[in-house]
């Protein structure tokens, strides 16, 4: 395939969709060698600057955008990757909470293109052409090179060990909950699946990881040994209090446990940290513990090896130098301006719409949590995933609190089979209705609320959350 030169970054998607696309169910083998070879002919340009490497089942974009917010505001410019996008691509490829101009972005994808364009499979390595997600990699780490980002927060797509971003060298990696998930891909077990995950730890660089279940946590510790890694955990570490949600976000108290360290005892101090993030949902709490982790060690660590004669100065000196009321204040600025689309987002007023891409058990108890915590009368439910997810889990916890179901198909991108999802949900004693196609599903739900009064709740998954965006003018 070849191309004119570009006009816009909606050129770019269109022209690297068509290569293998994981996303829309199309199927390719992992491995990172020709990522390897590609990044290497452009130079390699995922390096060179301060790197946090995000990787987890739920959560990680939201402690991804946390995280880079928070190094904007401590003065970097930096660079944030992650996915999926909701209503552009280019949403994938950001500068902290803004965009990334155009016309960087279509100078980073004629520097990638440039590489593969009319190639064949065999003028690869493994003699096979580079995959939708490879490229639009690509273009990132180009982009961030071309805009001169002095950071970059690099959200992993799936799984971590074979994943595509897992070409950088992190100064942090940083891991959230691990649930069952993508499990043709990654393992039918939470051990194997952790595994897959911890493959983003480096030799002797630093991890902080948020509270896991057990047979995940010794995987990660484990893992960490192994490679000489110190490892951070969030549960140890930082108390959570005072946690409260309201339709304008969240807030919460953050406060050093005993034995914390010197970094974070300094960070939050022991009257505690209030932080306030524009997401709604308790996980949040965790999410911002977990940012807030990462960001202080990964800048302390920053710090400490721009000391000249560094052997010469203990760590105690170079804590007490450290201007840990500039980091308390990026801290909060930063966790105030990080926000993502379909993250517990209030879409419509009147009535009340919610869009949220939760579609593993544990996301989607966590939304339906927040849900029921601040809609107290009627509730509806537009719902629709895709076919890999764990659709009879979704239903069981769903169920019993709408006065209204919709079953539809989660768009045109991903697999689906909202026929079984319906049954489910009629088996179960739900007042359900299958309308398959989605704009007509989402047009009668937000008619339905309407009528009666009530809140609307979108969830399981992202595309269909980007479609009713779309429906509603975003």
Same mark, same amino acid.
């Given at each position: 395939m070849s191309h004119a030169p570009f006009s816009s970054s909606d050129e770019v998607f269109a022209y690297v969709m068509n290569y293998v696309n994981v996303e829309?169910?199309?199927?390719?083998?992992?491995?990172?060698?020709?990522?390897?070879?590609l990044a290497e002919t452009l130079g390699n340009p995922q390096l060179g600057r301060l790197t946090i490497h995000v990787a987890g089942s739920k959560?990680?974009?939201?402690?991804?955008?946390?995280?880079?917010?928070?190094?904007?505001?401590?003065?970097?410019k930096t660079g944030l990757y992650t996915s999926p996008h909701i209503l552009r691509w280019k949403e994938r490829i950001a500068l902290a909470d803004e965009e990334i101009p155009e016309s960087t972005l279509i100078e980073a994808a004629e520097e990638v293109i440039a590489l593969v364009d009319g190639k064949k499979a065999?003028?690869?390595?493994?003699?096979?052409?580079?995959?939708?997600?490879?490229?639009?990699?690509? %273009?990132?780490?180009c982009a961030f090179r071309l805009a001169g980002c002095t950071a970059q927060v690099i959200e992993v797509g799936?799984?971590?060990?074979?994943?595509?971003?897992?070409?950088?060298?992190?100064?942090?990696?940083?891991?959230?909950?691990?649930?069952?998930?993508?499990?043709?891909?990654?393992?039918?077990? %939470?051990?194997? %699946?952790?595994?897959?995950?911890?493959g983003i730890i480096k030799n002797g660089k630093p991890v902080c990881i948020s509270p896991q279940k057990p047979e995940a946590l010794e995987v990660f510790v484990n893992t960490a040994a192994a490679k000489e890694s110190p490892l951070f955990y969030s549960p140890t570490i930082i108390d959570i209090r005072e946690c409260k949600v309201s339709p304008s976000g969240t807030d919460c108290l953050l406060v050093p446990k005993d034995n914390c360290p010197m970094e974070i005892e300094n960070l939050i101090t022991a009257q505690g940290l209030r932080v306030h993030s524009p997401m709604p949902g308790k996980v949040q709490c965790q999410n911002m513990a977990l940012a807030a982790l990462a960001c202080?060690?990964?800048?302390?660590?920053v710090y400490r090896s721009k000391i000249p004669n560094r052997s010469e100065v203990d760590d105690t000196q170079a804590q007490s130098e450290f201007s840990w009321e500039q980091m308390r204040e990026a801290l909060t600025a930063g966790l105030s301006a990080a926000s993502l689309p379909a993250r517990f987002e209030p879409v419509k007023k009147e009535p009340l719409v919610i869009v949220d891409g939760a579609h593993t058990p544990n996301s989607v108890s966590s939304t339906l949590e927040t849900f029921l915590s601040l809609v107290a009368g009627q509730r509806t439910l537009l719902f629709g995933c895709a076919i890999d997810k764990k659709y009879q889990e979704l239903v069981k916890i769903l169920a019993p609190h709408f006065a209204s179901v919709i079953?539809?198909?989660?768009?045109?991108?991903?697999?689906?089979?909202?026929?079984?999802?319906?049954?489910a949900f009629k088996g179960l004693g739900a007042p359900v209705e299958l309308v398959p196609d989605t704009r007509e599903a989402i047009?009668?739900?937000?008619a339905r609320a309407s009528q009666l009064g009530a809140g609307l709740l979108v969830t399981g998954s992202f595309y269909l959350c980007a479609e009713v965006k779309s429906c509603l003018g975003y």
């Open positions: 829309k169910g199309q199927k390719t083998e992992f491995k990172l060698d020709r990522m390897r070879w959560g990680k974009g939201s402690v991804a955008t946390m995280c880079a917010c928070i190094l904007k505001a401590k003065g970097y065999q003028d690869f390595p493994g003699d096979e052409l580079p995959t939708y997600f490879e490229l639009t990699t690509l %273009i990132g780490f799936m799984g971590g060990r074979l994943d595509s971003t897992n070409i950088v060298v992190p100064d942090m990696a940083v891991i959230t909950p691990i649930e069952l998930e993508h499990t043709q891909y990654l393992g039918d077990t %939470i051990a194997k %699946i952790a595994g897959e995950k911890a202080a060690l990964t800048c302390a660590v079953v539809t198909k989660p768009g045109n991108f991903k697999e689906s089979d909202p026929e079984v999802v319906y049954e047009a009668k739900a937000i």
